[in-house]
């Protein structure tokens, strides 16, 4: 089944020390979104691929970056995870034409200690 | 700017009807959408509606919107346990904006 996978689904990690969530899609479409989700709050658009094109949103802290190698592929770092960084993950994807009809993954779940 | 709200919880019985209710500020959202979150997965897409569209149904599912007042709700018919979850209302200008979610919760 095409599907959007996320890696690890639970990451614990230690203040300051970096950190890197993956994604990955099989349905072959060419956004990509990492949204963060805190508790009881809406998911919040962190960025967004448009094929290798990187699009941040003006609230992102710097502390969070993203790399596309490929098509199908999508990585979330956290250079210096401070514990307001605790969150889940999610990462979503849609074809070009139709952005509210995002397909997301289950989540990664981030505990900093 | 962009912003969705939705009431934070509704508690229903088991084969009730459910409506789910939001409100939105872009009145340039060409489609909103509803989307559902079951606990511990990501959200998956339910149904969404046509800016120009008061109604649109599907199986047990009913969207309204009233652009005029900026409101769409979500009606779910016959209301099953399994349709405990936390749902969200989304905004599409440039991109998705979401309500903080209403949870669901069904009595048997």
């Known amino acids: 089944d095409a599907m959007v996978i996320q890696n690890p689904r639970y990451q614990v990690t230690q203040f300051g020390k970096p950190v890197t969530l993956s994604c990955s899609q099989t349905?072959?479409?060419?956004?990509m979104y990492w949204y963060q989700q805190k508790s009881s709050q809406a998911p919040k658009l962190l960025f967004h691929?448009?094929?290798?094109?990187?699009?941040n949103e003006a609230d992102t802290p710097d502390n969070f970056q993203s790399r596309r190698p490929n098509t199908s592929f999508c990585f979330l770092d956290i250079r210096s995870p401070g514990l307001g960084d605790a969150a889940m993950y999610l990462c979503a994807t849609s074809r070009g034409g139709t952005l509210g009809e995002q397909y997301f993954g289950p989540g990664t779940r981030l505990t900093v200690t | 700017g962009e912003d969705v709200e939705q009431s934070l919880f509704l508690s229903v019985r088991e084969g009730d009807s459910s409506v789910i209710n939001c409100t939105y500020t872009d009145s340039s959202s060409t489609y909103l959408y509803w989307y559902k979150q079951e606990p511990g997965a990501g959200l998956q897409l339910l149904t969404y509606?046509?800016?120009?569209?008061d109604m649109k149904q599907d199986q047990r599912l009913t969207v309204l919107l009233n652009k005029k007042d900026k409101h769409l709700s979500l009606r779910i018919a016959d209301t099953q346990t399994g349709d405990s979850a936390i749902y969200f209302c989304a905004e599409s200008g440039n991109k998705l904006v979401f309500g903080a979610g209403t949870i669901l919760r069904v009595k048997s």
């Open positions: 349905l072959n479409h060419n956004v």
């Open positions: 509606i046509f800016s120009n569209m």
């Open positions: 691929y448009y094929d290798k094109d990187f699009n």
